[in-house]
Each structure stands twice: as C-alpha cells, then as structure tokens.
C-alpha cells in the first residue's frame, strides 16, 4: 500500500509561484516514477509532469519553461514547483504513482489563480 500526501495549493494571482509537495508512504520510493496530474472543472484529468527513479523529466506542453519537477528521495517527497502562473492552471492538482501496475493517488490539492 502507498498513501499520497499532497500539500502546498492555494490561491495565488497571474504571474506568482507556488511549491506543491506529496509526500508518499511506503519502502523504495526512489526506484519509481512519481507525477502530477491535474484536472480542471468539466475537464479530464491531464499529466502535468513526471520524473523517473534516474530523474528523468517529462512534461506538458502548457507547462514546459514554467514548470519543474524534482524529487527528494531522502524524504520520500516529489515537488512541483510551478512559475508564471496562469489562470489556466486553475485546478485540482494530485500527485500519482504506480505500483505492481497499480494506481495510486493523493486527494488532490486546489490551485487557484485569479487574473
């Protein structure tokens, strides 16, 4: 079993930074890929970025320059910092793992950017 923990959304004007943080529970954190997905009201749930266990990094196309994904496998902790912030980023945003081709996700943590 693995429990995501995501912390670090808020309310935040165009243009400003927040850090979003999911801790995850459970042994071997730094062998598997972690991400971040999103998913705006009435909209799909979409990746926003990935980083495999050699840190790796892959990411949306609305994201790239603005976006970055890191990871601390001392703490167990895959962060997202996210700049220039866009309305269009509005969402709830929820950190993903996966394990024996299992799913895991957090509860998801909102981001509002207001213009």
């Known amino acids: 079993q693995v429990q995501l923990v995501e912390s670090g959304g808020g309310l935040v004007q165009a243009g400003g930074s927040l850090r979003l943080s999911c801790a995850a529970s459970?042994?071997?954190?730094?062998?598997?890929?972690m991400g971040w997905y999103r998913q705006a009201p009435g909209k799909q749930r979409e990746l926003v970025a990935d980083?495999?266990?050699?840190?790796?990094?892959n990411y949306a196309d609305s994201v790239k320059g603005r976006f970055t994904i890191s990871r601390d496998n001392a703490k167990n902790t895959v962060y997202v910092q996210m700049n220039s912030l866009k309305p269009e980023d509005t969402a709830v945003y929820y950190c993903?793992?996966?394990?024996?081709?299992?799913?895991?996700w957090g509860q998801g943590t909102q981001v509002t950017v207001s213009s």
């Open positions: 980083i495999t266990s050699g840190g790796s990094t």
């Open positions: 993903h793992t996966t394990r024996s081709w299992r799913d895991y």
């Open positions: 459970g042994s071997r954190f730094s062998i598997y890929t």
